[in-house]
């Protein structure tokens, strides 16, 4: 089995539209979350959301291509491209060993939301020959696959919230055992739109705070719910020895991955936390031999009741008393939750606390809940060194996904 390093990264995100803009926005706790500007709120309980700010899809690619994808997607090819460019991993390698896992939790969700009204208002044959290959989820991984000739193993991976994390480990996999030499991998979702609006917040989701500074408040007792946000973020994912002969910058090595399900409820989590612990430990299992307190662990963190609690349970079932001494926060709090995209930007920030020794904070976290007494790293970054890093993704259905980094030996 083969070593896995990370050599190219990608985002676009409410707080900055390159991984650099991005990184230094979560170190300087810059909140994303603002007044829903996308429509009009007077008739929705939930008015705030982490919007996409100043990007311009024609910097990146032609209007034909514009015209004919929806957000998700034009997200998701910018992202990648910016981690193709940073890794320089186009020219070298072979097509047949570069693969795409992509995914998204909901798709083309604008598509589906102005194709059906069109629908109602004019008629089904009026309804866009584009609308299915704009709308199914599929279409970032393939968009991605043909932008870059990739025709080695292609995914889509739709596991809700846990989309990105997901898509991630099983690009690791698929390079370790290797399917692949290199994987453009991570996820996508546009959904800001009044339907999704109305539909997570029927479902009591969704924070109802009319002030951004607390819309999004991660283990905080006043936490009412998420704040939706949307972007792309991408990762490359290489074989080590691969990445080592062409010289290529290695940010960090993938050192472990897990998956399992609660198979509990399609919504709340297991309040016993047994499988989501199961999945960090997984992850965990080849940096146990790292000192708690030069790990930090990027907390699903949604700010829901229920979702906060079980998170902090299962890190003091997998840590025990050394869950008090990790480094830990949500960049939820400034991000909103993006949803498929989520778990594959938060896999960004775990590899640049790591390279930079910095741990993002947790804003806006001034009323710790009792029931979630770790350490969640509040209001301001913190400068320490670190030796290894964990993202965590829970998703609807029930699905955990954890990726665990080390960093690279010099």
Not at 252 to 268: F, L, Q, R
Not at 379 to 404: M, Q, R, W
Request: charged share 20%; aromatic share 8%.
């Amino acid at each position: 089995m083969s070593r896995v390093v990370v050599t190219g990264m990608g985002a676009v995100t409410p707080v900055g539209n390159t991984v650099q803009e991005f990184w230094d926005a979560l170190k300087s706790g810059k909140n994303g979350i603002a007044p829903i500007t996308y429509f009009d709120t007077a008739d929705s309980k939930c008015t705030l959301a982490a919007e996409i700010k100043g990007f311009d899809p024609l910097c990146c690619m032609d209007k034909a291509t514009v015209n004919r994808t929806d957000p998700f997607v034009r997200y998701a090819l910018w992202a990648c491209m910016q981690a193709v460019e940073m890794s320089g991993i186009e020219e070298a390698v072979s097509k047949e060993q570069l693969g795409v896992y992509f995914g998204s939790g909901i798709g083309g969700f604008q598509t589906v939301c102005k194709e059906h009204a069109v629908m109602l208002e004019k008629g089904g044959r009026r309804v866009s020959p584009l609308f299915i290959q704009k709308m199914i989820s599929n279409m970032a991984a393939g968009t991605v696959a043909i932008r870059f000739g990739a025709k080695g193993p292609a995914i889509s991976v739709s596991t809700a919230c846990a989309t990105g994390t997901t898509a991630v480990g099983e690009a690791y996999r698929a390079v370790k055992h290797g399917y692949a030499k290199a994987v453009i991998c991570g996820g996508s979702e546009a959904a800001i739109t009044p339907f999704a609006v109305a539909g997570f917040g029927a479902c009591q989701t969704l924070s109802n705070a009319a002030n951004p500074e607390e819309g999004s408040l991660p283990f905080d007792s006043r936490r009412g719910g998420f704040v939706m946000g949307e972007g792309a973020g991408a990762l490359i994912l290489e074989e080590y020895e691969h990445a080592k002969a062409r010289g290529a910058k290695m940010y960090a090595e993938v050192i472990g991955y897990g998956s399992t399900c609660d198979a509990y409820h399609v919504t709340a989590p297991d309040p016993e936390a047994e499988a989501s612990s199961r999945a960090i430990a997984d992850a965990a299992a080849e940096i146990r031999d790292v000192a708690p307190d030069r790990i930090y662990y990027n907390a699903h963190g949604t700010g829901t009741q229920l979702n906060d609690v079980s998170e902090t349970l299962a890190l003091k079932k997998v840590f025990g008393q050394d869950a008090y001494k990790l480094h830990i926060s949500s960049t939820k709090s400034m991000t909103g939750h993006m949803l498929g995209a989520a778990g594959a930007v938060e896999a960004i920030a775990a590899v640049h606390a790591l390279n930079d020794g910095i741990v993002p904070p947790t804003i806006n976290l001034k009323s710790p809940d009792a029931a979630c007494d770790l350490d969640y790293t509040p209001e301001t970054a913190l400068k320490t060194p670190l030796d290894a890093a964990i993202s965590a993704s829970f998703g609807f259905g029930g699905h955990n996904a954890c990726i665990a980094f080390k960093r690279m030996d010099e």
